[in-house]
């Protein structure tokens, strides 16, 4: 069933497919963290066909830990070149905010309709809250 979902009726957030695109225009190199299953993100990325997109994705099957912990983000680091000071993070789950902005991120929140009783507490932990891409544009 999640993967018919994930296939079929998980949509994007709005704006974010021509946020993605403008960053990626403008060379910026982009990667996707996740506590998803191959099995899931691939579908739904290649039917927004933004796939391309990305020159990296980690997933937790990667890593030691799920999003509670730093290695996600910091095997990124490794595999891409860069510094924590130099990338920024975007999230809408609190404690993942919490794990990228604790392991030295520039970290944007993002408003998700999940999870919207944590608005506060992403606007407190993160740098930056969006609560759309549009305002990026």
């Known amino acids: 069933m999640a993967v018919y979902e994930y296939e079929n009726n998980v949509s994007l957030k709005p704006y974010a497919k021509e ?5 990626k ?8 963290a996740t506590a998803n299953s191959e099995k899931y993100y691939i579908p739904c990325l290649k039917k927004y066909k933004i796939l ?8 937790v099957s990667k890593t030691n830990g799920g999003k509670e912990s730093p290695d996600i983000y910091l095997n990124i ?17 609190p404690r993942a905010i919490k794990t990228a902005k ?25 740098d930056l809250f969006i609560e759309s891409f549009e305002s990026l544009l």
């Open 52 to 59: 391309d997109y990305f020159d990296h994705i980690y997933d």
């Open 102 to 126: 604790d392991a030295g991120f520039y970290v944007v929140a993002v408003d998700d309709i999940t999870e919207v009783d944590d608005i506060n507490l992403k606007k407190e932990l993160a």
């Open 77 to 93: 680091l490794k595999d891409m070149g860069f510094k924590a000071s130099e990338v920024a993070v975007f999230e809408d789950i």
């Open 19 to 23: 946020y993605l695109k403008k960053l």
């Open 25 to 32: 225009t403008n060379g910026v190199k982009l990667a996707i």
